[in-house]
């Protein structure tokens, strides 16, 4: 079965995005292998208004497959990425049981808690960023389940001063 793993940029505070969404607080480091971690990928998940924000538009690279979950959007506006409304769960656990490379589950503290408490989410992935926003878009949308961890691998990036943590989800097994 694969992973879903979600993975994001976070403040110190807990946010993953500034207030009004802002992104400008991200620091880049060249000792980070962007394209090695995208390359662990071939199905992103992402939630409507981090799609928004990361330009809402109707591509998709040759071997990856973009599912945008939303209420809103309809499907015929889009030809190159899918549309997952009322069914996200079904479509999850069909994806999560597909041959292929992991899941990237993309920002979307909404769509982390959702899939969480359905316990879809494998591991944690997060770039801990020096920075302190004070107020934004939480890790995980409240009310949020209690979700225990376990760390498997943590690095400093001494550039920039960016910590890297990586969790694996402890699932309960529910009665």
């Known amino acids: 079965m694969r992973k879903i793993c979600y993975g994001c940029a976070m403040s110190l505070d807990g946010y993953i995005a500034g ?5 400008d607080w991200i620091v880049m480091d060249s000792d980070i292998d962007f394209q090695a971690a995208a390359d662990r990928f071939d199905t ?6 981090t799609f928004a924000a ?3 538009g109707d591509s998709s690279s040759p071997g990856l497959r973009t599912f945008v979950f939303s209420r809103t959007l309809r499907q ?9 409304g009322e069914n996200w769960k079904e479509v999850v656990q069909s994806l999560r049981e597909e041959a292929g490379k992991d899941i990237w589950l993309f920002g979307g503290g909404s769509l982390f808690r959702s899939l969480a408490a359905e316990g879809f989410v494998d591991t944690v992935e997060v770039g801990v960023m020096p920075v302190l926003l004070g107020g934004g878009v939480r890790l995980i949308a409240e009310p949020a389940p209690r979700i225990a961890l376990t760390l498997t691998e943590q690095r400093t990036y001494e550039k920039t001063g960016i910590v890297g943590l990586t969790y694996a989800v402890n699932h309960v097994r529910r009665t």
């Open 54 to 56: 990361t330009g809402g």
């Open 19 to 23: 207030p009004g969404g802002a992104a």
């Open 44 to 49: 992103y998940l992402l939630g409507r208004r």
């Open 76 to 84: 015929s506006d889009y030809k190159s990425i899918t549309i997952v």
